[in-house]
């Protein structure tokens, strides 16, 4: 039975395939040394988001190391949500019949499970680090960038009529199920624009005037 694995790092974008020499008892990494043809080794298969390309993977690694009836045992090496994505590829058609998917005792956590623990450290960490740098201004900047990207909120601005936006923005965000605590839905600004006048050749000068209240933004928690 042919033993592929696949280690993926969703933070580097990087796909490296293994497979398993029994002579060695070791996992030797499929390179252009020793599979100069194998697809696996195509620029889209290595670079990018893994679970985008999983079921190609997946193909390849059926094509190229399937030997008759025998099943192919692949371990993944990854984040949780990458093995789910795989694992649901593999129990579709025909594939629970050719191949054996495993995790790896290796893994790698998933951000959204220890981005707690880093606000937290960030938290005790800023004021120290705002207080040793010369360049305050610039290091407040940054500082203040991680907050927003770490935060649990998400601005979302709409330009449009306040009173036909507010009502429909809050119907759609609710149905969609997009947030389950309280939302703010707030106006920021009102405009008003005037048109130039315009000429034609049979009518004088016609100007108008159209109020526009313009912008109003939606704050949405994100449930966990």
């Not at 499929?30 to 194998?38: H, K, T, V």
């Not at 009102?190 to 704050?219: C, G, K, P």
Request: charged share 25%; net charge negative; with cysteine.
């Amino acid at each position: 039975m042919a033993k592929i694995k696949i280690i993926s790092n969703p933070y580097q974008k990087v796909t490296v395939f293994q497979s398993w020499d029994d002579a060695t008892a070791q996992w030797v990494e499929i390179d252009r040394d020793q599979n100069a043809d194998s697809q696996l080794l195509r620029e889209e298969l290595c670079v990018g988001f893994f679970p985008f390309k999983a079921k190609q993977i997946v193909d390849v690694i059926i094509h190229e190391y399937s030997a008759g009836s025998e099943k192919v045992e692949i371990v993944f090496e990854g984040t949780d949500d990458e093995y789910l994505e795989l694992d649901s590829i593999c129990s579709q058609d025909d594939y629970p019949d050719r191949i054996n998917l495993y995790k790896s005792g290796r893994y790698l956590e998933n951000a959204r499970d220890i981005l707690p623990d880093v606000i937290d450290v960030f938290k005790e960490l800023s004021p120290l680090v705002a207080e040793s740098v010369s360049d305050k201004a610039k290091i407040k900047r940054e500082l203040e960038k991680f907050s927003d990207a770490s935060n649990d909120v998400i601005p979302i601005c709409v330009i449009g009529n306040y009173s036909s936006v507010s009502p429909h923005l809050s119907m759609l965000l609710l149905d969609t199920n997009c947030c389950r605590a309280a939302m703010n839905l707030r106006p920021l600004k009102s405009t008003r624009f005037h048109s130039r006048s315009i000429r034609t050749e049979q009518r004088s000068s016609l100007s108008m005037d159209t109020r526009v209240s313009a912008s109003a933004s939606a704050q949405i928690p994100i449930s966990s």
